[in-house]
């Protein structure tokens, strides 16, 4: 859990801008975005299927480069710093959560949501004992040594979400992470997504196309013609 202030933004955007260059014409996916994150706060992300949604979670963690304006994590400035500064930072303060799951396959349950630690330096022992209890709270308990091929897809994304909270994130950025699942799994992934943020406190931006699962975050947002838009 984090100590910070409930009125000090955690991630913000100010005047957050991207654009593409196709052949002579410039695509403007994002225009002058701004947004603020508080701590424990959970926003959802609703829009077309290339509106920018995707665009925008890169952008706030630091994956991509904006055209104009800047993304700043605990008052840190991401353009100013080295790719190895935002590398230190991602891997202290966000986590993230695919619609592909985008863990390793040659490696077990536990060894995946070990990873962000042990990239870190914690030591192996911490590293597993911690990821123990996080797959053992996604109700992983028995599947912890099976490799990612042996887990179906709703417990991958268990998995997943185990990885991306093991490091004790300010926030977690989840690009669709129920849109790969059937509608049951679905449900039941996003319900425990939802029981471990209110657990952990942490901060959630969750881009997703179902507007009932929207419906549980305090806010939801929506992208129109580049512009966020409160719903």
């Known amino acids: 859990m984090n100590n910070l202030s409930s009125s000090q933004p955690i991630l ?19 225009r002058h975005v701004d947004l603020e994150v508080r701590p424990s706060e959970m926003i959802a992300v609703v829009g ?5 949604k995707s665009t925008l979670l890169h952008l706030l963690g630091g994956l991509d ?15 100013n710093i080295s790719e190895k500064e935002r590398c230190s930072i991602r891997n202290h303060f966000l986590g993230f959560v ?3 799951h985008h863990l390793l396959p040659e490696f077990t349950a536990i060894e995946n949501v070990c990873m962000p630690l042990l990239i870190r330096g914690v030591s192996p022992k911490i590293a597993e004992s911690k990821a123990a209890h996080l797959l053992e709270m996604v ?11 042996e887990l179906s897809g709703g417990e991958r994304q268990r998995v997943a979400i185990a990885r991306a909270l093991v490091i004790d994130p300010l926030c977690v950025l989840a690009d669709e992470p129920t849109g790969n ?14 029981d471990l943020q209110k657990t952990f406190q942490t901060s959630v931006i969750i881009v997703t196309h179902d507007l009932r699962l929207a419906q549980q975050a305090q806010r939801i947002l929506g992208i129109n013609e580049g512009s966020l838009v409160a719903i």
């Open 181 to 194: 699942l059937d509608p049951k799994n679905a449900e039941r992934v996003f319900e425990l997504f939802v």
């Open 12 to 30: 913000e955007c100010r005047d957050l801008s991207k654009s593409y260059h196709d052949g002579t014409s410039t695509i403007d996916v994002l």
């Open 139 to 149: 109700g992983l308990k028995n599947r912890m040594t099976h490799k990612i091929g």
């Open 98 to 100: 695919y619609q592909f």
């Open 48 to 52: 077309n299927s290339g509106s920018g």
């Open 65 to 79: 480069k904006p055209t104009s304006g800047e993304v700043l994590i605990k008052g840190k400035n991401l353009a």
